[in-house]
Every structure is written in C-alpha cells, then in structure tokens.
C-alpha cells in the first residue's frame, strides 16, 4: 500500500490542524493505521493510533486530549485532528499501515510509511 500525508504547515500556539493520509493499492481496511512524528534532532516516537475498523484509538500521553485520530474506509483515509497545538508539536508527521491484526504503538511493527507532512507551531 503507498501512503500520501498531507496538511502540515506553519500555525500558531493554540491553533489547529488536520493531517490527511491517503492510502492507494490495497484494501485499506484491512490496516491499522499509525501516527508517528519526529522533531529536530529527536527520534521518531508514537502518537496515536487506530484499529482497522475505526473502533478503537490509543494516544501518547502528550497528545491526549488535543488530538483526534479517526478514518474513512471509504475514502482509503486516516486523519490527524490537532487542537491546542503547542510548540513542541513540531515534527514531522509520518502515518503507517499495519498488516497485523489490531492496533499498535511500536514503530517495528507498522509494514509501509508515508513520506511525512512538516508541522510547524510557532510561539
């Protein structure tokens, strides 16, 4: 399956974003799909995640609560809702697919990446 982010951009504290996934050449749901970001000089860490259904979500810590995953199996697309934007939210952004059964929050266990979206939020 290829995987096409998209959405990021320049935005202020406290504002918001959303980050689309598009996904092409598979049945889309028959992925768990992932979240993950990397800022500057960081590594790649987990954000959210969601089963292939669409049923069940799991965030990191630092996105709870200011962060909405959620999919259209129609539309072969996964979403990224970012509210509350901080300035330690800049990173790019990657989503994921995963071919195992249920959602997961380790990076290993996804089978295809995006290229990645750049989120930017200024102070």
């Known amino acids: 399956v290829q995987l096409q982010a998209s959405g990021g951009g320049l935005v202020q504290a406290g504002g918001s974003l959303r980050l689309s996934c598009a996904a092409s050449?598979?049945?889309?749901?028959?992925?768990?799909m992932g979240w993950f970001r990397q800022a500057p000089g960081k590594e790649r860490e987990f954000v959210t995640t969601?089963?292939?259904?669409?049923?069940?979500?799991y965030y990191a810590d630092s996105v709870k609560g200011r962060f909405t995953i959620s999919r259209d199996n129609a539309k072969n697309t996964v979403y990224l809702q970012m509210n509350s934007l901080k300035p330690e939210d800049t990173a790019v952004y990657y989503c994921?697919?995963?071919?195992?059964?249920?959602?997961?929050?380790?990076?290993?266990?996804?089978?295809?990446w995006g290229q990645g979206t750049l989120v930017t939020v200024s102070s």
């Open positions: 050449g598979r049945t889309f749901s028959n992925y768990a």
């Open positions: 969601i089963s292939r259904g669409g049923g069940s979500t």
């Open positions: 994921a697919a995963r071919v195992g059964f249920g959602y997961s929050v380790y990076m290993k266990e996804y089978d295809y």
